[in-house]
């Protein structure tokens, strides 16, 4: 599986942006995805994740009530919607993938084995 994560860029505070991550392979099905970030100095975080059905999801408390993960299988892409952005949301933000028929939904990097590249999120004041 690959993932292509896209969407980053530079944001001001209150503003609103959205992730992509596009999978693609012969295995990019039944999986379960996780949106994590890292800022500089600091380890990466868990944000959310989402299983392959859409009806499983997760957030990590600092992004609760503003952040929604969402899918679209057709397109074989996750997204992450990011409302009411703050500074502390800078981040490098990555998308995470693990092939999951069962449905569960997992919030540590080590139960993820396929990586995107990372999207480079700048909000400011």
């Known amino acids: 599986v690959q993932l292509q994560a896209s969407g980053g860029g530079l944001a001001q505070i209150g503003d609103s942006l959205r992730l992509s991550c596009a999978g693609s392979g012969r295995t990019a099905s039944y999986l379960t995805n996780a949106w994590f970030r890292q800022a500089p100095g600091k380890g990466r975080e868990f944000v959310a994740t989402i299983n392959w059905t859409g009806r499983s999801t997760y957030y990590g408390d600092s992004v609760k009530g503003r952040f929604t993960i969402s899918r679209d299988n057709a397109k074989n892409t996750v997204y992450l919607q990011m409302n009411n952005l703050n500074l502390e949301d800078t981040a490098v933000y990555y998308c995470?993938?693990?092939?999951?028929?069962?449905?569960?939904?997992?919030?540590?990097?080590?139960?993820?084995?396929?990586w995107g590249q990372g999207t480079q999120l700048t909000v400011s004041s």
């Open positions: 995470a993938a693990k092939r999951d028929a069962a449905g569960d939904i997992y919030i540590t990097t080590r139960r993820y084995n396929y």
